[in-house]
Nanobody, 123 residues
Framework: QVQLVESGGGLVQAGGSLRLSCAAS????????AGWFRRAPGKEREFVATVSWSGGGTYYADSVKGRFTISRDNAKNTVYLQMNSLKPEDPAVYYC????????????????WGQGTQVTVSS
């Protein structure tokens, strides 16, 4: 089992920045790929970014490419999502997820999920 706890959400003005953190506990987290997903009000949960177990491979949704950066520190069992230039379309509950093996942008392939953290952007 892997337990995931997100933090760092909050209210920020459009154009501002936030850094989300996802702290993992349980099995050896460094063996797991991790991802960030989000669910906006009235919409389905969607892929945001994913990072390989080593941190060397990262992939992003087109909507956040160039603005968001996913990274991880395996010594701290933590995955981060640095969000810059936040837009009015970015508000959502952001979820951290983990899967054993390769990165994926398909949420059904993730085995473990956090409870989510709310991001709100004011215009």
């Amino acid at each position: 089992q892997v337990q995931l706890v997100e933090s760092g959400g909050g209210l920020v003005q459009a154009g501002g920045s936030l850094r989300l953190s996802c702290a993992a506990s349980g099995r050896t987290f460094s063996s797991y790929a991790a991802g960030w997903f989000r669910r906006a009000p009235g919409k389905e949960r969607e892929f945001v970014a994913t990072v390989s177990w080593s941190g060397g491979g990262t992939y992003y949704a087109d909507s956040v490419k160039g603005r968001f950066t996913i990274s991880r520190d395996n010594a701290k069992n933590t995955v981060y999502l640095q969000m810059n230039s936040l837009k009015p379309e970015d508000p959502a509950v952001y979820y951290c997820a983990a899967r054993f093996g390769k990165t994926s942008w398909h949420q059904v392939e993730y085995d473990y999920w956090g409870q989510g953290t709310q991001v709100t952007v004011s215009s």
